[in-house]
């Protein structure tokens, strides 16, 4: 007996929460368009430390509750549940790309994730990837990220350690070149003299008249 096709369709991941029971700084991301990979080899950051790291960009419509929930909870952990006794001026994970004039942040919050250990990179079938141009800025991902609160030389804030990567499509390379074909049109070419001359000389089949 025949049955109906299944579809198969499915839409975009989104964040929830991934932390273990005690753990609410924890969470997997929804779907992201990833912007400055270093997954594979770790980067010098402006103190000179060297980071694995990655920046998401997400569409301003996209659902980032669980994203705050868990910076939130990392402000409460680090500074209490009294917000007036936080820090003024603390540093906001969750930022404005029309601030930037870089390739995809129009429209987007970007958020950034680093860590000092190499993070475990997936594709869509959970296998590993060890090719750094099947993940690319432009591409499509997903993480599981752990929100905390700092102080360091003066600088207070919450931010993202990021854990692993999950490919989920491809997009189009951020940064990427046009085509030559898109350049160009194409030119009529003029035929060569088949007496190897042209109205200045000898062409390069011709040979030069005596003096």
Known sequence: MSTAPTNTATKAPTSHSAGPAGDPCKVLTGEFRLSFPNLFEPKANDQGQLKYSLTMLFPKTADLSAMKKAASAAGEKKWGTDRTKWPRGYKNPFRDGDEKEYDGYKDHIFVGASSESKPGVVDQAVKPVTDPA?????????????????????????????????????????GSKRAASDDFAAVEVQAANPNGHDEFGPTNGGEEPPL
Do not use: M, S, W
């Open 134 to 174: 099947k993940v690319y800025a432009g591409c499509y991902c997903r993480a599981t990220v752990v929100a905390f609160a700092y102080e360091k030389n003066g600088n207070k804030g919450i931010a993202f350690a990021l854990h692993n990567v999950q490919f989920l499509k491809d997009g189009a390379p951020f």
